[in-house]
């Protein structure tokens, strides 16, 4: 059960992805609030982990004024009616022309909830192998494939900046010191 | 050395803390990319923790609809001239009403890079005490303090959504399994 009712919801700018304004919300108790707000499709970030490797890209990330940033496979959910998964196995495939044999959902957490509602869906994808040619990032998508070595996670941990790289790359870590790794 | 320059912005959306819009950024090779873009002074989040307990809140993210977010002490770089530690301190004694004799920076990360410039500084705080009275949350922020037991974490980050606390939980998951934890 949710604590507040939203009242009303204006919308000051429409991007090609997100839009941006601000709610009003009633608590139960009266109390009114408004709240920044920044609405999202939402993201789906990959895992990708083989033998040897966890599979990595590296791209410029404008809206950060970040040249290189070293992030596990994502895409936005910026296909309607496709499903998470489905959109998992695409981005898989476009940024690192990999297929996966079986998939796990990790977990799905809320980049910024202070102000935004994206949520990331992230996977577990294991069995690689190589995808069909024809899978290619879009035309504005700078992506370099970068095939990491696990024994060197540590290092992948301290290259990454993104929050969904760094919740993957932990869990993965957790997950082989405990046993239970690929 | 960035690989782009940025050609110009707009600003469609000015909010209470964010600004939303649109920029345009020229690469090395000529090619001109656009990108929504939101603006964000950037955050801190406080991973407190004593012999016993991590010092955890519940507040309502309305804009997220998210009734009773579990998270770690945080809060917007909103002052301006405020060194980011000094924001911490605040934050840990407004949220949960704590001083602490110990800091060390754990990392800063991105939360949405795709689109957003947020950057999150995490701190680790220990040595912990309690604050005088007269620290106290904003109006409208409506903070639950919970001291989650240490040995419940794995309870902790699956209670957990957002983007930071599951950083920081799963840090300090990773320092206690390694010997280095309080």
Known sequence: ????????????????FIRAGVERFRHDDGQLVSRDKVWHPGAVGVLAVDERHVWLTRQP???????DSLEVPAGKLDVPGEPRLECARRELAEEV???AG??????S???SPGFSDERVWLYFATELRDAD??????????IEIVPWPLHRLDEALAGCE??????ALLWLGRRRATGRGE
């Open 1 to 16: 059960m949710r604590s507040f009712e939203l009242l009303d919801a204006q919308v000051g700018f429409t991007g090609k």
């Open 61 to 67: 990330r404008e809206a950060a004024g970040v040249s």
């Open 97 to 99: 022309g990999k297929h």
């Open 102 to 107: 079986h998939w796990e959902e990790i977990c």
């Open 109 to 111: 957490f809320l980049t």
């Open 133 to 142: 040619a024809g899978s290619e990032p879009e035309d504005d998508e700078r």
């Open 162 to 167: 993104d929050s969904k790289s760094l919740i």
